[in-house]
């Protein structure tokens, strides 16, 4: 079956960066756009952007333009997402999503929190 | 930016019916999504194309849509169904994916 295995939680000083990682299986890495999406605490959905991992080719958030990098490893069909510059509001749950171009996400990894505190 | 807008909350007797709304300017060219999320949950997907079930989603989810509104129905509501709800879609240029706010579903 499909699966999206994510790395564990950080916690990371405002300034610093973080690279999450998400490891597909069970299905053709290069079949489908994933995704990553965010939740702060308390709040709701946050789409950050898309890979398409058969190119590479990538688009990001207007809003996280600059400090999001989404990267792929097609040997490991392994996903990252390098956030940098981190302040308190990037303190969230992260999730790797597999669906379409921008939407339809069948499948999820189980999330990585993210916390960002001096 | 394009938004979705969700009611905050929704509250059910057991049995009854749920319905969660969601409009935008696009929907009328537009598929909508929906996401069931659990407390502590990764979202699952309920509803895709407005209207379709995945497999594995009970009958009792259905989706409707009419102009720059669509529905989430949940029938004859079971305590399970207690979760939050996401409504997704694209913006009208295809450039972005975009999510509602949510909406709880209480089970009274």
């Known amino acids: 079956q499909v699966q999206l295995a994510q790395s564990g939680p950080e916690v990371k000083k405002p300034g610093a960066s973080v690279k999450v990682s998400c490891k597909a299986s069970g299905y053709t890495f290069t079949s489908y756009y994933l995704h990553w999406v965010r939740q702060a605490p308390g709040q709701g959905l946050e789409w950050m952007g898309v890979i398409n991992p058969n190119s590479g080719s990538t688009n990001y958030a207007q809003k996280l333009q600059g400090r999001v990098t989404m990267t792929r490893d097609t040997s490991t069909s392994t996903l990252y997402m390098e956030l940098s510059s981190l302040r308190s509001e990037d303190t969230a749950v992260y999730y790797c999503?597999?669906?379409?171009?921008?939407?339809?996400?069948?499948?999820w990894g189980q999330g990585t929190l993210v916390t960002v505190s001096s | 930016s394009y938004e979705l807008t969700q009611p905050p909350s929704v509250s059910v007797s057991p049995g009854q019916t749920a319905r969660i709304t969601c409009s935008g300017d696009?929907?009328?060219?537009?598929?909508v999504y929906w996401y069931q999320q659990k407390p502590g949950q990764a979202p699952v997907l309920v509803i895709y194309k407005d209207n379709k079930r995945p497999p594995g989603i009970p009958e009792r989810f259905s989706g409707s849509s009419s102009g720059t509104e669509v529905t989430l129905t949940i029938s004859g509501v079971q305590a399970e169904d207690e979760a939050d709800y996401h409504c997704q879609s694209a913006d009208r240029d295809n450039t972005y994916s975009v999510f509602g706010a949510g909406t709880k579903v209480t089970v009274l």
């Open positions: 999503a597999r669906g379409e171009e921008l939407v339809f996400f069948d499948n």
């Open positions: 696009a929907l009328p060219k537009k598929y």
